[in-house]
Nanobody, 126 residues
Framework: QVLLAESGGGLVQAGGSLRLSCSDS????????LGWFRQAPGKEREFGAR????????YYADSVKGRFTISRDIAKNTVYLQMNSLTPEVTAVYYC???????????????????WGQGTQVTVSS
């Protein structure tokens, strides 16, 4: 079983940056895709970015492209989400997730993700 733990959330002013981290203490995520979602109050969970652990290929939703960067550190078994030029509209709880995948997997669908972290709050003030 994959156990994910996010960290790095907090309060930041508009225009600022944050880096979220997601670690798997059991070191079992090497066969998975890792992703970041966010969920604002009253809204559905929204896909942001994902990275394939083997090979490191990233993919971004249009809403974050150019401002967010997903990466991984193999030695630390950790996935990161670097978020720049933050705006109040991105205030949400951010979740890390892991998914088994095949060719054609629709990573934008939250239902296909197998494991989730507990979430970390990101608040951007104006």
């Amino acid at each position: 079983q994959v156990l994910l733990a996010e960290s790095g959330g907090g309060l930041v002013q508009a225009g600022g940056s944050l880096r979220l981290s997601c670690s798997d203490s059991r070191r079992t995520i090497t066969s998975y895709a890792l992703g970041w979602f966010r969920q604002a109050p009253g809204k559905e969970r929204e896909f942001g970015a994902r990275i394939i652990w083997v090979g490191g290929t990233p993919y971004y939703a249009d809403s974050v492209k150019g401002r967010f960067t997903i990466s991984r550190d193999i030695a630390k078994n950790t996935v990161y989400l670097q978020m720049n030029s933050l705006t109040p509209e991105v205030t949400a709880v951010y979740y890390c997730a892991a998914a088994l995948y095949t060719t054609g997997t629709n990573f934008g669908n939250a239902r296909i993700w197998n494991y989730w972290g507990q979430g970390t709050q990101v608040t951007v003030s104006s």
